[in-house]
């Protein structure tokens, strides 16, 4: 006979990794494959009214389209995200919702707001354990949003952080990599455009470095092609930067990938011009030109015509455009300082908004587990509305874990429960600890929605790999469902769902009753 190890059940749904797949192709650059998926992935989750699904395929097309340049379309997915992350789960996913928001408000010129949403982003992750997934995930948005704003310092900051990330397997490391060198030769090339050549250098060689290694590990990703190809060129390497243009430009422009592809343009058009090839880099930059979708992008390119036409055709015409275009450069680099001033004198006021959020939050949480407390409860009881369901959840036999285990391994058990729960509640919904071992949940749902949700619940409990915290032991819950109707008050219905509780009870436990 052969023994059956126990298989981890993620707290978010049993069908996380489909939502998961629609980043996983994102972050090696498969955008198009990546949109695809995503229509899968949330065909799927609608008909299995898996929420957590849903929303990480959602984050996943988000992604995409930003990576696609279809920044409207992703705002409003990141508008959506952020709303339901706000005051729901954890900080740090909060945190990551609010900079992938500010890097679209950026991007798309709405430059105020988007420094109000990296502020608010930054002061939460002052606020969040450090070392998860989670952290560094959110690290990662804030280094995408402080870029896109110019900030590099602070996007390297970032990324110097997000390296020393323990907690974080290969795939989303590499991801963070990425992201580094992207920022580096962006840094670099607008170092080069205001006069400062030393500085340049040493970024875009940083970069490289970053790059040669990353390659190493994943030859195919073609985000890391083109990149490379570009630091390359910059630092005078031109005939590998051309022997990887040669491999990947053709085929990155037949699928679509636009932001690659013009990469790859810039890298030849550099390439070239080292070679002293000037028309053929000409035709380069018009190409990568052409495929620009944002004003950092097409100020890049102009200034690698401009400078190429002075070179080709010196004359009073090309001196004073090359000199005008440099003004316009000088300026928009000037404007950093002032974006660093407003990021500051908004991370303040985003301070003082969290500071009285977390003030109102700790009055009405549980010290243990972080969920609404006994006050919370008989707030919400005192507040219901049509369609809210209000679920009793108890741990079964509590007293006797803490006997057999320990309050040690108790307390796991009640944080462990206490962030399924959670994990279970949408914006508007609210997971509480009113008493010892005693849940409820506060869900806007009908009697049918409710039971599917309590029964996925009582099932991720049964199956979750409860032996990391104490070999042999074995957690149930006991729930009882009911739902408000006119005329109901808040005793009323939680009478209703505590005999639901006691019925659950009384069959044998490890049940839902409503």
């Given amino acids: 006979m052969t023994s059956r190890l126990p298989v981890p059940v993620d707290p978010y749904g049993v069908f996380t990794d489909l939502g998961r ?47 696609l340049g279809r920044l409207n379309e992703a705002l409003v997915i990141a508008h959506e995200l952020a709303e339901r992350r706000q005051g729901t789960g954890p900080r740090a996913s909060a945190a990551k919702a609010q900079a992938d928001l500010a890097e679209l408000l950026i991007r798309l010129g709405r430059v105020d707001e988007g420094l109000h ?49 323990l907690a974080v397997d290969d795939l989303f490391r590499s991801a963070g990599q990425l992201q580094h060198a992207e920022m580096l030769l962006e840094w670099g090339l607008r170092l080069e455009q205001v006069g400062r050549a030393d500085e340049a250098w040493l970024r875009l060689n940083r970069s490289v470095a970053i790059l040669t290694a990353y390659r190493q590990r994943h030859p195919d990703t073609p985000l890391g092609a083109a990149l490379l190809a570009l630091g390359l060129a910059r630092t005078g390497r031109a005939r590998e930067a051309l022997e990887l243009v040669d491999r990947s430009l053709l085929p990155l422009r037949e699928a679509g990938q636009i932001h690659e592809a013009r990469l790859l343009h810039l890298a030849h058009g550099s390439a ?39 070179a080709r055709t010196p004359g009073e015409a090309t001196t004073t455009m090359l000199a005008a275009l440099q003004q316009q450069v000088s300026h928009l680099w000037r404007q950093r300082l002032d974006r660093r001033l407003m990021l500051q004198q908004a991370r303040r006021r985003a301070e003082l ?54 309050h040690g391994v108790g307390d796991g058990v009640l944080t462990a429960v206490a962030e399924i729960l959670s994990s279970h509640c949408r914006r508007g919904e609210t997971a509480v600890r009113f008493g010892g071992d005693e849940f409820a949940l506060f869900l806007h749902a009908d009697l049918t929605a409710a039971t599917v949700i309590a029964q996925r619940i009582r099932r991720v409990v049964v199956r979750w790999n409860w032996n990391d915290l104490a070999p042999g032991l074995r957690v149930t819950l006991s729930m009882g469902a009911a739902v408000y109707t006119e005329g109901m008050t808040g005793a009323d219905l939680f009478d209703r769902a505590d005999h639901q509780l006691y019925a659950a009870k009384r069959q044998g436990r490890d049940r839902l009753v409503a």
């Fill in 272 to 310: 070239l011009r080292h070679l002293g090839d000037l028309a053929g880099a000409h035709r380069e930059f018009v190409a990568a030109e052409q495929l620009a979708e944002q004003t950092g992008q097409r100020l890049i390119i102009h200034h690698e015509l401009a400078t190429l036409a002075a």
């Fill in 117 to 165: 949403w990296l502020a608010r982003a930054t002061a939460a992750l002052e606020t969040t354990p450090r070392g998860s997934l989670r952290y560094f995930s959110a690290l990662c948005s804030v280094g995408d949003a402080a870029q896109a704003a110019d900030l590099y310092e602070l996007a390297d900051d970032c990324a110097r952080q997000a390296a020393d990330a």
């Fill in 21 to 67: 797949g629609v980043h996983d192709r994102t972050m090696n650059g498969h955008h198009r494959e990546a949109l695809r998926l995503a229509d899968e992935a949330e065909a799927v989750a609608a008909i299995l009214g898996d929420r957590q699904v849903a929303m990480v395929a959602r984050q996943g097309r988000m992604y995409a389209l930003l990576a």
């Fill in 353 to 406: 908004e969290l500071a009285r959020e977390m003030a109102e939050g700790v009055a009405a949480s549980d010290a243990l587990t972080g969920l609404g407390n006994r006050r919370t409860f008989d707030q919400r009881l005192g507040a219901l509305r049509h369609g809210t369901a209000l679920i009793l959840v108890d741990v079964d036999r509590f007293k006797t874990i803490n006997d057999t285990y320990s």
